[in-house]
């Protein structure tokens, strides 16, 4: 019977992490199975089996770092090699490989397959749990493989996430204070990482939460980001009293079959027009080279529980302010569900941070290289604007160009940041 072979294809752009393994040598498994889940910078994602037949090798395990060509398992099946992935939604490919030696399987491993030991861990358990749940361990920083699952087949329900969960912490406050942080005649890595918390518990409890690869790769970044790159923060205000109007009015016109406008579509808008008018700024910074982009594409950052995530907008100056919206609430939905694909955060000129929802009056964002600037949108408020004869209430929308000062000189750092203020106050001005 042929083997084959499973890789994480998603993984083509970064190399990632295992973050999960369910299945051991020996086992059934059924096509579509879950046979482990991994992670990296920007996506998470299951592996499934793609055919039914036997688990012949695991060549990997949790916290395992692996890049698309790593082969994880070799499945041994009777069922025809499954064509490769034509869509991006599978996250793992297969490679048929004929077997040096086929042997048939023991009728022991068909009866016992669950419960083969782990090579190099007696103590090894199979787990079976949802993705969600899986999910919602990996960001609790839970081993799921210690939590008793009370589903069928012993599956760990969220329900027994949480139990296990809540024990620990009872556990914890029960326990003398320092308890866990109390130097032990070995030491582990886990231990040294205690000692090095006690620095921080000697004014109080505290609570030691690891960090998500997604979390990892972003502090990363913006280290990197922040070190090297030389920022300039302008900052500014668009009076989008006449947008705001029309915005509600367009909402309260649009049927249900509509998409919502929030403000964001408006300002993808302008800063399509803006980044057109200012070539400059639609570009990338690659050491002595800038790389002028003749499309424009721009990220959007999005704040999901898992961290944050920039999905990338395709051809803004192409698109109509619904479809813009139509965009952005589908890649928001994708961010918040880890579903975006690689090809969704990839190819960006320019990026827009908008805390506007949320609130503050400005902020300083960091630039999302090789790009070479990011807007910061800030909470509008109404104010009082003189207009040459008196004041005015004026609703102003705060705005926060930083922009990498090796690329964008500051007087057109400015004009650029003056131009999107004007296209907001009057987005006919886009249209010229
Ligand atoms: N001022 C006041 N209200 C604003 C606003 C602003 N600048 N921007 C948006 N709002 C309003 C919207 O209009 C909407 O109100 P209504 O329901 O009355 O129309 C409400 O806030 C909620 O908007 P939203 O957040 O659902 O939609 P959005 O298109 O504005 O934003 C998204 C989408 C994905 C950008 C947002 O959800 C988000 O994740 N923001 C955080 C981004 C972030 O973390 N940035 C920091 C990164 S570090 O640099």
Redesign the pocket.
Known sequence: MPLIEITCSEFKESEGSVTSVTVAPGQLVSRDQVLGSAENDKVSVDIPAPAAGIVREVLTKTADTIGAHTVLFRIETSEDAPPQPATEQKSSTVQTIEPAVAPEPAPAELAEPAQSAWPGSASFRPTHASPSVRRIALEWGADIARVRGSGPHQRVLERDLKDHVRTILARAASAPANASLQPSRTTTAAEARDAATEADSEFGPVEVRPLSLLRKTAARRVTESASTIPHVTQFGAADITELERWRLEL?AEANAAQV?L????FILNACAAALRAFPELNASFRGDKLVLKRFVHIG?????PHG?LVPVVRDVDQLSITELARA?REL?QK?VHRKLTTSDLRGGCFTV??????GGRA?T??INPPEVA?L?????SMEARWDGERFQPRLM?PLSLSYDHRAVDGAAGARFLAHIGELLSDLRRALL
Not at 262 to 265: A, E
Not at 300 to 304: G, L, Q
Request: proline share 6%; hydrophobic share 50%; aromatic share 6%.
């Open positions: 909402n919502k929030t403000l964001l579509p959007f950052a999005v704040d999901t944050l952005v928001t961010a941070s908008s805390l506007g929802s949320i902020f964002p960091i990011i910061g949108v800030s909470r509008h929308l």
